[in-house]
């Protein structure tokens, strides 16, 4: 297996709801990241778990909130978002933390926040 | 500050006709440079990783370069196929940990 596998494809959320977007990978990878990504900008980096712990918060406000249950699993749990959080949310992951490791990312969850 | 830069913003070819995407970077020790291939409203996907000036790849109609201040992406005879936004990333020695920081990235669009 050599995918990132992120549920839900696509979310549309009011912004009093509670959500959360799942990722998985089974390639052994010990590095987990999230990325937030606008319309015809570049990925942004959000979080970087490695080896289960939390170990880059690149100043992302508390209304998201990631968890690493496992070392396959990675979530980002969603709480009172604002319509601007709108965007394309990537997991990616990578064999180590160390330098020269690359990504394999995941398609992405479509977020809407109406 | 670590930064890249990507060049052009978007480039419209005719199909056959080749060219090159350019990526300019100012990094405090560079640890490696990568390519991805972006599709609307898709994860980016794994092109290349070069770590040495110098260093030169290939895949298909691909070709990437690095030097000591750029990397560029060439491409061969494109097909409409390859139309895609293409994205340079680095890994930069500063960082710490494997943090890679993304360029805006080149909209391709090869016409038949």
């Known amino acids: 297996d050599t995918e990132v596998t992120q549920t839900p494809k696509h979310l549309v959320m009011g912004m009093t709801n509670k959500k959360s977007l799942k990722c998985e990978q089974h390639?052994?990878?010990?590095?987990m990241y999230w990325y937030k990504q606008k319309a015809k900008k570049p990925p942004e980096l959000m979080f970087v778990?490695?080896?289960?712990?939390?170990?880059i918060n690149e100043s992302v406000p508390s209304r998201f909130s990631p968890e690493c249950p496992n070392s396959s699993l990675l979530n980002l749990h969603l709480h009172a978002l604002q319509p601007e959080d709108s965007a394309l949310y990537l997991c990616?992951?990578?064999?180590?933390?160390?330098?020269?490791?690359?990504?394999?990312f995941g398609s992405g969850t479509r977020l809407t926040v109406v | 500050e670590d930064q890249v830069t990507q060049s052009p913003e978007a480039l419209r070819l005719q199909e056959g006709e080749s060219s090159s995407l350019n990526c300019s970077y100012t990094?405090?020790?560079?640890?490696?440079l990568f390519w991805y291939r972006q599709d609307p409203g898709k994860g980016p996907e794994f092109l290349f990783t070069?770590?040495?000036a110098g260093e030169e790849k290939e895949k298909e109609r691909l070709k990437a370069t690095l030097t000591k201040k750029e990397s560029f992406l060439h491409i061969t005879a494109p097909k409409p196929e390859d139309s895609a936004t293409y994205l340079c990333?680095?890994?930069?020695?500063?960082?710490?940990?494997?943090?890679?920081?993304f360029g805006a990235g080149t909209r391709l669009a090869v016409h038949p």
């Open positions: 990616a992951s990578s064999q180590g933390d160390s330098v020269g490791y690359g990504y394999t």
């Open positions: 390639m052994g990878h010990r590095a």
């Open positions: 778990y490695s080896y289960e712990k939390l170990s």
């Open positions: 990094v405090s020790g560079l640890r490696g």
């Open positions: 070069l770590y040495s």
């Open positions: 990333a680095v890994q930069a020695g500063s960082g710490g940990y494997n943090k890679l920081i």
